[in-house]
């Protein structure tokens, strides 16, 4: 039984040393490979940072579009249909909302706890920073209202097309054109920018005339796009996927 046991253990250990010896020939033979993935990664960071850092600074003179996408809420897994009761099911007019913060509803649509933190947050850095912002333009989903009260001052207007296409049966084609239409005809204010507080499934590649719009549109809670008008149709700029992507650049040490 004992020489049985010290054979199963020296079994083990060849076992795992061949293993171990594979991996540091495979590690050798492909060096070239993981130096040229790890520069590539490292190139790639350094190469979003100074984008970040050059759009950041832009933003700054104004003259853009800054669609971002609200502060965080719970993941409530039927969200659309809450969205549509907001939206739809109420009489205060197309372009206006339920105010589902009064209602019983309020927990599926509205920012949580850390999303009304968030948003604060991205108020006092753009505060501190001096970001000129014109009008602010609102989905009328509550948490995207809530996010323009907190984070830029308030709204001007709500819009029901800047709500997310989950909730709809509708033509996509449309909605785009819809959306094109509407953000070229946002009211300019010299030396501002016109923020949009929305939602992630707004934005559409097709709504661009240039090709810099990214394959996956996908931002986080509190990222934004942005976003130039020009005579002839809307440009794709930027996408600071995370408000921390914006925020740092601001922060040295």
């Not at 946002?186 to 810099?212: L, R, W, Y």
Request: charged share 25%; glycine share 6%.
């Amino acid at each position: 039984m004992k020489i049985y046991t010290k054979l199963s253990l020296t079994t083990i250990i060849i076992f795992f040393l061949i293993i171990a010896l594979s991996s540091i020939v495979y590690l050798y033979d492909n060096r070239a490979k993981i130096a040229s993935f790890i520069n590539f990664s490292y190139n790639k960071e350094n190469s979003h940072r100074e984008l970040d850092n050059f759009y950041a600074k832009e933003i700054m003179k104004g003259g853009y579009i800054l669609h971002f996408r609200h502060a965080e809420r719970d993941k409530w897994i039927d969200i659309k249909m809450y969205d549509t009761l907001e939206s739809d099911l109420h009489n205060n007019g197309e372009d206006a909302s339920r105010y589902a913060e009064n209602d019983y509803f309020a927990d599926a649509v509205c920012l949580n706890k850390r999303g009304k933190i968030q948003a604060k947050a991205m108020g006092e850095t753009l505060k501190h920073i001096g970001l000129p912002i014109g009008a602010v333009h609102s989905s009328v989903s509550c948490r995207a209202r809530q996010t323009a009260n907190l984070a830029f001052g308030g709204y001007d207007k709500l819009h029901r097309d800047l709500v997310h296409r989950g909730p709809y049966n509708e033509d996509f084609d449309e909605h785009v054109l819809k959306l094109k239409e509407l953000y070229m005809n946002f009211p300019n204010q010299e030396g501002t920018n016109t923020v949009v507080s929305a939602h992630n499934g707004v934005i559409h590649c097709d709504m661009f005339i240039n090709d810099k719009c990214p394959k996956h549109l996908s931002l986080e809670e509190g990222g934004f796009y942005v976003i130039r008008r020009t005579k002839d149709g809307l440009v794709f700029e930027h996408e600071f996927h995370d408000f921390y992507f914006f925020n740092r650049v601001f922060y040295k040490r």
